[in-house]
């Protein structure tokens, strides 16, 4: 078999034309951004080539999730999981459940395909751990097959404790617990019940079991050196003042990093929470609360609230490349030399990174300016995507510290077929309404204009160069400029992608 094409820059060159229009009219040394040399050798093997856990790495690396785990054993006020859209990214959203076997089979298909492949996890639909025999089964096949490629799981804890010897056994090293309260009167608002030694709990006892065993079972884990992170959603009203507390208290147990996520509301998803019109944080709402927690634990800021199917680089769900149908006309070809040259290769880009960053920072001096700014991006660190062909902007906050990932916000398409479509472009614009500028590989003419008037920069001359370099490159200028306009107020979106 001749060796494959590590996809690096294969579609570098692709940012060719404007569109056309129609239509009416981290801190740096802390958190997932950390680095080599902020963490211990052993805990930076560990998350150096995995997406979830390292902001570095999910420029470069691709997680898929296996769903084999269809069963909960709790309900959760903002979770539906009989909802589908293959154009929805939320967890919990599955297009096809899998048997082990067939989720063994699609690991190796993916792999063969994809080599920035690097973790494989079990995030439901339902709960991992309320289905052991197939998630530890699935385990075992995906061990045999491809060993260089770690294990996660995410639970509601509720089971946990049972299984952390398992865990052990499996080598999985990175665990996620959904942990959205610590105090039982804040629980019973959130965990309508739970089912627990064959009963089913309602209201506090309820949300005080869930609670007691999440605790133990974090300690359990954190005491065999496996790594924890703590996913929080944020429920305005309902637990955003009482996660600074769970931050504390998940901390002061060992877990390694904190994800505090939005609420997805939708009523088209017809969860309680949504049915009930209970609302989702705004963007400077969720930036608050991280920011008040930072300072405590390791932040994570680049989640995506994958599918529990998804493939793919975080930010891309490639997951309806590989069906089960199509899986089965797929020849598997597992090639570990070219997994092994894309990682070397990342290795060198990630030095050639900070080399540069470094060297850009030096000049950058005192001040208390601070500016958000998008970034449009398909990978590698670099700006390389189209502001027409964006489904995301990433968002750094530009301070005299340096360039941090604060967020991300996901848009539709404005392009679509060469032409933009101008409805569109008005969400496009309000997604990052915050910004100071949008750096982009390419924009045409007509939305430039349009962004220009909203007051965001449009920056196309750091196209294909390293990000953070040219996002303290562009901040240079901007501090020399002296005027810095107030920005509004970005927004969230939640939801199927409208345009897609």
Known sequence: ????????????????????????????????????GDLSPEIWEKVKNHPCYSEQAHHHFARMHVAVAPACNIQCNYCNRKYDCSNESRPGVVSEKLTPELAAKKVLAVA??????????????GDALANPEKTFKTFELIQKGAPDIRLCLSTNGLMLPDHVQTIQDFNVDHVTITINMIDPEVGEAIYPWIYYNRKRWKGRDAAKILAERQMEGLEMLTSKGILVKVNSVMIPGVNDQHLVEVNRMVKSKGAFLHNIMPLISEAEHGTYYGLNGQRGPSPQELKKLQDDCEGEMNLMRHCRQCRADAVGLLGEDRSAEFTSEKVAEMEVNYDAEARQAYQAFVEKERQDQQAALQGELAGLGSSEVQALVAVATKGSGRINEHFGH???????????QGAKFVGHRRVDHYCEGGYGEEEVLETVISAINDCAAVFVAKIGRCPKGDLEK??????????????????????????????????????????AYIAA
């Open 1 to 36: 078999m001749p060796p494959k094409v590590i996809p690096i820059f294969e579609h570098a060159a692709a940012a060719t034309s404007g569109c056309g229009t129609k239509g009416g009219s981290g801190k740096s040394s802390c958190g997932s951004g950390a680095g080599q």
């Open 112 to 125: 063969s395909e994809v080599p920035q492949l690097t973790v494989v996890g079990i995030a439901g639909p």
């Open 390 to 400: 964006a489904s995301e902007f990433q968002i750094y906050e530009l301070s005299a």
């Open 454 to 495: 909203a007051g965001i920069e449009p920056v196309d001359a750091y196209a294909h160069e390293y990000i953070e370099q040219s996002l303290i490159a562009w901040f240079k200028e901007y501090l020399a400029r002296g005027t810095y306009a107030e920005r509004g107020e970005g927004r969230l979106r939640q939801g």
